[in-house]
């Protein structure tokens, strides 16, 4: 009796506690027209334009308590029409893009587990790749170490492509595993962030199997941000060093400099370059290779929107130069329009005496926030192709290139529910 006089308070002071707990339930349709005449490469002779509708469709779970962060996001992607309407079986449009929890061991050091997205800094080597409908994601885990004064973060990741009794050779087209290390700072007027990569991509033989191994390549990489009046400057360094797939002895730079200046509280003018280094001819040479390879960024944010370059082309090959112009005008809080201009050049010789310069584009982007939940944007690009341009992409038809998408987007919250400052007793 004496044990419980005194254990039972105690217990019972223990167990009641503030407890926190919201769900919610949000989703997301977008179906999307392109018009694709020159898209991504130079339009050819004796072929027609593409024209289509692709559809995201997202259904987003979020639980969250002073413990645990929760998070799952199914999500349909497919073209209008690439199934029957009486289909039985729809092999490839489901699919999982997060599933993820985060255990909260204290308020400052977290552990994020599972599918999830990995978005750093501007997205320049680290993004989501929303544009695209699928979006990227990847299995991974990371400790995160986030006090008042900074934020660090370790992820890890290790892929393999089914559950074997022996071997470990990755056949899908993904990494077989990484590493990195990102710390962040922010002071009054300026944000810095460092990123360490560690990258290993599968190689396969097709004759000996005992030379499948994992290559490693290695990036290291600075994003500056300062914001000074009605200024904002951004800077991009990165360096990669280590193997490629081919064993190639990597060494890689990408510099890129923008100045965005608030011209009026509707008018925002920008003005930018970047250098992507490349190798001579396209090709790596004497067991080299000078191509940098932005890897998992979100690569159609940069470089032209008609994704000309790095987005699933140009990967090692002469580099570019981007020089361009950004011009954004709001009209309101509602709607907006934006226009862009890039030149590009080569990074490194193309062959022989051919020009460097790599072709100009235009790109227009409308965009009219509708209602609290829908939006709608549309965007018209135009490329203007040069000798240049034509040898990298080995067509000479000369046929005009341009591209033209409106996307509408509506992304209503379905259920909200938020629990705290009750008390419970365990």
């Known amino acids: ?61 979020g639980y969250k308590t002073e413990k645990l962060n929760f998070y799952l996001s199914p999500q349909d992607i497919r ?19 997060q599933a993820w929890g985060e255990l909260l061991f204290t308020p400052q050091l977290y552990l994020k587990i599972g599918r999830q997205e990995l978005v750093y800094d501007d997205q320049r080597f680290l993004g989501n790749v929303d544009w695209a409908q699928q979006g990227r994601s990847h299995d991974a885990v990371i400790l995160k170490y986030e006090p008042s004064f900074m934020r660090l973060h370790f992820g890890a990741a290790y892929n393999q492509d089914k559950e074997a009794l022996t071997g470990n050779v990755l056949t899908t087209n993904t990494y077989k595993n990484l590493q990195y290390v990102w710390l962040h700072k ?141 011009i954004k005008y709001s009209f309101n809080k509602k709607a907006n329009v934006q226009v862009a201009f890039h030149q590009f050049f080569a990074a490194a010789e193309i062959v022989n005496e051919t020009s460097k310069d790599l072709g100009f584009e235009l790109d227009l982007v409308s965009s009219f926030k509708m209602t609290e939940f829908t939006g709608i944007q549309a965007g018209y690009s135009q490329f203007f192709a040069s000798k240049g341009t034509q040898t990298v992409k080995n067509n000479f038809d000369g046929n005009s290139n341009n591209w033209a998408w409106i996307i509408v987007t509506i992304d209503p919250v379905l259920f909200s529910w938020q629990k705290q400052n009750t008390v419970t007793i365990n």
């Open 79 to 97: 073209v209008w029409g690439d199934v029957p309407q009486l289909n039985t079986v729809d092999e490839n449009g489901f699919s999982l893009h």
């Open 1 to 61: 009796m004496n044990f419980l006089k005194t254990t039972l308070p105690l217990i019972l002071l223990f167990s009641l506690t503030n407890s926190y707990a919201q769900f919610t339930v949000d989703a997301q349709l977008r179906p999307r027209f392109e018009y694709r005449h020159g898209y991504k490469t130079l339009f050819p002779d004796n072929v027609d334009p593409a024209a289509f509708v692709s559809q995201r469709t997202r259904l987003n779970f």
């Open 186 to 326: 922010d002071w009054e007027k300026l944000n810095a962030s460092f990123l360490f990569l560690n990258n290993g991509l599968q190689y396969i033989d097709e004759i000996d199997e005992s030379k499948n191994e994992t290559r490693y390549s290695q990036t290291l990489g600075l994003h500056l941000k300062r914001n000074v009046n009605k200024f904002s400057v951004i800077s991009n360094l990165y360096y990669q060093l280590g193997k490629d797939v081919s064993d190639n002895e990597l060494r890689a730079y990408l510099l890129s400099l923008e100045a965005k200046y608030a011209a009026t509280e509707n008018l925002i003018v920008g003005l930018g370059g970047e250098l992507q280094s490349g190798n001579d001819y396209g090709l790596p040479s004497n067991g080299k290779n000078e191509a940098f390879n932005p890897l998992y960024g979100t690569n159609h944010k940069f470089n032209g929107f008609m994704d000309y370059f790095y987005v699933g082309n140009h990967l090692n090959n002469v580099g570019l130069i981007d020089a361009n112009v950004n």
